[in-house]
């Protein structure tokens, strides 16, 4: 064997081994085409272009990427070599495009919202101390069906009350009333009492596995016909709470939540921190913070809902420009 067909063999053999049952691209390239300027890290295995208002930022053996310092975790790893950054294709189809290059087909509607109150009756959800998960998010819920309806939206909740759905029946509910989105709103536990934070759930993709699970999803679910804009979003969502409250960013995850699965409309589920934390649990019983966690989700859905405007070509109403952040989750900063 030459030394040049040892190296070919090589790379194949240690960098696209891991895209073996996939196809990879060169996001370097796809994401230029999408209308990204040039990259301007100078780092070698990280990659940093500016597309439209966001920035994205990947690198080498990350499955995530960053978009404008909110993580979008993919279904694998990147890999860098030869100085070019791949990606699966999936990966860009359903975890970056919709987001920096989303399509203008197929655009839905973001007028009538169903937002599902996670738990409730005889099932508490998480518990700590007099902390019953169930009261906290029906009181979001209330909180967020509040601010949206005087944005003009038409908001149902899945349940007024302690009452207890089955997980099955909460989408079906969201499905009877034609909802164009639905939210379920939860809080998050950990074994880990330092685990903090908030984090934003769509729908697995087929063909991917959901976060932290290695069974790969091989049949679609009647919410898989919304990847895209679960995603989108999510990626609001996820942003603006995160902002809003000033919390840890823990990104955008998938996983194959039955609430979420029979949706015939986009629906996120949201984890508005940690009842574990006790830090962030004596916030949560504040009603200030429910205040700012309601206000955070509503700034993201209503973000979501411009974007759908403008892929439809409606001019938005003039509004006031969003609070800035000092909070950054530069992959460079984390090095």
């Not at 699966?88 to 599902?116: C, E, F, N, T, Y």
């Not at 087929?206 to 999803?217: C, D, P, R």
């Not at 809003?244 to 508005?272: H, M, Y």
């Not at 962030?280 to 209503?302: F, S």
């Amino acid at each position: 064997m030459s030394r040049l067909s040892a190296i070919a063999l090589f790379f194949i053999m240690t960098v696209l081994a891991p895209f073996a049952t996939a196809q990879a691209i060169n996001l370097d390239s796809v994401i230029r085409e999408a209308g990204a300027g040039a990259n301007t890290s100078r780092v070698a295995d990280l990659r940093r272009w500016k597309i439209g208002n966001y920035t994205v930022e990947a690198q080498d053996k990350k499955a995530y990427v960053t978009i404008n310092g909110t993580r979008i975790y993919t279904g694998r790893a990147l890999s860098c070599a030869n100085g070019k950054m791949f990606v699966q294709k999936r990966d860009w189809d359903k975890h970056l495009a919709p987001i920096v290059a989303p399509s203008k087909k197929d655009v839905p509607a973001a007028k009538k919202i169903v937002i599902d109150a996670g738990h409730g009756g005889k099932d508490p959800g998480k518990t700590e101390g007099k902390m019953r998960e169930k009261s906290y998010t029906l009181d979001i819920a209330k909180r967020l069906q509040r601010i949206l309806s005087k944005h003009g939206y038409t908001v149902e909740l899945v349940r007024s009350n302690d009452t207890f759905y089955e997980l099955a029946d909460r989408s079906k509910k969201a499905n009877a009333l034609q909802a164009d989105l639905f939210v379920s709103i939860h809080f998050n536990a950990a074994e880990s009492k330092s685990a903090r934070g908030v984090e934003t759930w769509m729908l697995t993709p087929v063909g991917e596995a959901s976060f932290a699970n290695k069974t790969q999803k091989k049949k679609a679910d009647t919410g898989n016909r919304y990847d895209a804009w679960n995603l989108l979003l999510a990626y609001k969502v996820q942003s603006a709470l995160a902002n809003k409250i000033d919390a840890e960013d823990r990104g955008v995850k998938c996983a194959n939540f039955t609430v979420l699965t029979e949706l015939k409309c986009p629906g996120i589920l949201v984890e508005c921190g940690f009842f574990t934390n006790a830090a962030e649990a004596a916030l949560i019983a504040r009603t200030n913070r429910r205040e700012l966690i309601a206000q955070g989700i509503a700034d993201g859905i209503t973000a979501y809902a411009a974007t759908l405007n403008t892929l439809k070509g409606v001019k938005p109403a003039p509004a006031k420009a969003p609070a800035t952040s000092k909070r950054t989750n530069s992959l460079l900063r984390r090095r």
